[in-house]
Structure formats: structure tokens, C-alpha cells
């Protein structure tokens, strides 16, 4: 059974599925805010470095098997797996959705 994520989650599902940088950089808005266990990375350029590194560099890959809203939030949960310790490790994605681009995500492990 696939899930019915909305567009923009989906789209950086999928551009994340094939680690294309650009892909989920696109689907976020330009003064979109990505928050990674308490920091905060503000913008393209910011969120770009997070995801080269992060994502990218280390072939993390997320896979969501679940998703529900929570207080106006699309909330996706799954297992990332990739060239990290620990390797798979389950992490919840909580989105703030604006205009049909991803204007805050919250990742937490």
C-alpha cells in the first residue's frame, strides 16, 4: 500500500529516493526553515549544505511507512536507511505546508 503524501512531501520522497539534491531542494519555499535535531537551517542555500552532507553524502535514504496530522501538520514517519552508524534508523518529518511548498520540517530520530 503506498501513502497519500501530499505533493511536496512526496515530490522530496522521491528526488531523496534517487538522492537528487536539487529535486528536494525544489519542492521546499525559498524561505523555507529545516530543523535537524535542534539546529536550524534557514533557506536554500542553508538547507542545500544539510542535505549535500547529510543525505547525500551519506546515501540516506528515508522510506515513510506512516503518516497522520497532528495539530495542522502533515507528520511522516519511517526508517532512513544509508552509510551512517546505526544505519537503519527510524526518524518522525513534521511539515508545515504552505502555498504547495514544504515551509518547515522538523526531523527528529
Request: proline residues 6%; without cysteine; negative net charge.
Amino acid at each position: 500500500m503506498s501513502l497519500q503524501l501530499p505533493s511536496p512531501v512526496a515530490d522530496y520522497v522521491a528526488a531523496n529516493a534517487r538522492l537528487d539534491l536539487d529535486g528536494m531542494i525544489n519542492p521546499f519555499a525559498a524561505d523555507a526553515v529545516l530543523l535537524d535535531n535542534g539546529k536550524r537551517f534557514a533557506g536554500h542555500a542553508e538547507i542545500r549544505g544539510l542535505l549535500k552532507e547529510m543525505v547525500v553524502g551519506l546515501k540516506a535514504v528515508f522510506t515513510p511507512d506512516t503518516i497522520r496530522e497532528e495539530e495542522g501538520r502533515v507528520v511522516v514517519e519511517g526508517p532512513a536507511h544509508g552509510d551512517f552508524p546505526g544505519s537503519p534508523i527510524r526518524f518522525t518529518y513534521r511539515f508545515d505546508l504552505e502555498d504547495d511548498a514544504i515551509k518547515v520540517v522538523e526531523i527528529t530520530a
